[in-house]
């Protein structure tokens, strides 16, 4: 099965060459004074029980800035000899470490094949970085990372030795440097949008493969392990989000992770789930009928929230603001809802956040930010005001309806009972209108009931 589905893949693209690394630095660096020093950390190991971690996984900030994906690293960025001179710190090449726990890229690794111009041993942090400090006015560092270099900033910060009264030397001000990054962050190259086609194309296929092998009596974990294990055998480094498989009842549930249950034959299954490549995210979400027919209760709902992403992926447009989707999804779904009897206000007693009816069945935002974080840097309304879409920016859309009967704050319908639909796409935004980079995924009523239930094998 996977085999076969792998040769539909394009060639992964291309890493992004050091030099685009370089000119992100740059980048970053215009906005600094060359008194300004940069310090990021990488994220400690966590501890999933006892002695046995998670699978790690650096700062997106780390990986956007230099490539590098190792623990234990710091990166600097200083002003020195005319010009921006970026280090990294690494852990140090050890056999005894590396027989156990991987080849190291080290010191020589690290200035080889990454964009820094220097590379030191993670243990000369605290001597180097105190030389770098003492010249520097302003740090931009986050801190609640790295407990040892906040304390190493702090000190600085606080010094109040002979030097700094005679000369006026050392740090007066630390600030983040997240916002600056995520301005950055948020327009993708178009090789960032290279690696998110990529993980796009792996997720729709492996979307693709778990509808083929529903049927009745499949569990939710089964088609969990479909979708993971071709994330893996495609050649992703896994999952950019926790999988949310959840059939009938477990549908209406937004974050269901418990993935445990098994389907039945007249239940919808709502899948959320992603892939990650070299970093970069996709989030996919489909909803099928398990018995590969949708009964004509399961047909009102999803038609309705299939016209509601279609009508906000229009919305996806150079200038358009960043809320002028959700709005457009809002408002194909309200219509929709009130068309079946569902909602007896009108469309603006609906569409109100406070007293529409609309929010009982659809409680969520339509879309949120994409790129080495699923939901990605960069602030949706900068001053109050939302923003303004530009080319390269990368946004979901993702209306839906949930029926929980469950639930005791709604009355709801019976005709509808525990159906729960979302429809997630990711949208590159272009001059020449929106592009979906996850078109790959089936999602129409005709292609999904062709494809449910066909490879059993």
Not at 214 to 226: A, K, M, P
Not at 414 to 422: H, K, L, M
Request: charged share 25%.
């Amino acid at each position: 099965m996977f085999a076969e589905a792998l040769t539909r893949l394009p060639s992964q693209p291309k890493p992004t060459s050091v030099e685009e690394h370089h000119a992100r630095q740059e980048r970053l660096a215009a906005q600094f004074r060359q008194d300004d020093l940069l310090v990021l950390a990488s994220p400690p190991h966590a501890v999933h029980s006892n002695d046995v971690e998670y699978p790690y996984r650096t700062s997106s900030d780390l990986i956007y800035l230099t490539g590098w994906t190792e623990a234990e690293s710091v990166f600097v960025m200083r002003y020195e000899n005319n010009g921006w001179v970026s280090a990294l710190f690494v852990q140090p090449k050890d056999t005894l470490k590396e027989i156990w726990e991987g080849r190291r890229p080290g010191v020589e690794g690290a200035t080889a094949d990454y964009a820094v111009h220097e590379a030191y041993n993670n243990h000369e942090i605290e001597d180097r970085l105190d030389v770098w400090l003492n010249d520097a006015r302003r740090v931009f560092h986050r801190g609640g990372i790295n407990p040892e270099l906040d304390r190493l900033v702090e000190t600085a910060v606080r010094r109040r030795d002979r030097a700094r009264q005679h000369f006026g030397t050392g740090p007066v001000a630390v600030e983040d440097p997240s916002s600056l990054l995520a301005e950055l962050r948020l327009r993708k190259s178009s090789s960032e949008i290279e690696q998110m086609v990529f993980a796009s194309k792996v997720a729709s296929i492996a979307h693709e493969l778990a509808m083929r092998h529903s049927r009745e009596g499949v569990t939710e974990y089964q088609l969990q392990s479909i979708i993971e294990g071709f994330f893996s055998y495609a050649g992703a480094s896994g999952w950019s989000y926790p999988s949310i498989v959840g059939c009938g009842e477990n549908a209406t549930i937004l974050h269901y992770t418990t993935n445990q249950d098994v389907c039945g034959d007249d239940e919808v299954i709502l899948i959320d789930a992603g892939a990650e490549f070299r970093g970069y995210a996709s989030d996919i979400t489909r909803s099928w009928p398990i018995s590969g027919r949708f009964t004509d209760s399961q047909r009102e709902i999803y038609q309705i929230v299939l016209d509601a992403q279609l009508a906000a992926i229009d919305a996806c447009q150079v200038g358009n603001l960043y809320t002028d989707p959700h709005d457009a999804a809002r408002t194909v779904l309200a219509e929709g809802l009130i068309r079946l009897g569902v909602i007896s206000q009108s469309l603006d007693e609906a569409l109100d956040p406070e007293t529409g009816d609309l929010r009982k069945w659809y409680m969520h935002n339509t879309s949120h930010w994409i790129g080495l974080d699923v939901h990605d840097a960069g602030v949706y309304k900068p001053g109050g005001t939302p923003r303004v879409l530009e080319p390269g920016m990368c946004l979901t859309i993702e209306p839906g309806l949930y029926f929980g009967a469950w639930r005791p704050d709604v009355d709801c319908p019976e005709r509808y009972a525990n159906i729960g639909i979302r429809i997630e796409d990711d949208v590159l935004i272009t001059t020449d209108g929106p592009v979906v980079l996850t078109a790959d995924c089936p999602k129409s009523i005709d292609d999904i009931e062709n494809i449910v239930g066909q490879d059993l094998a």
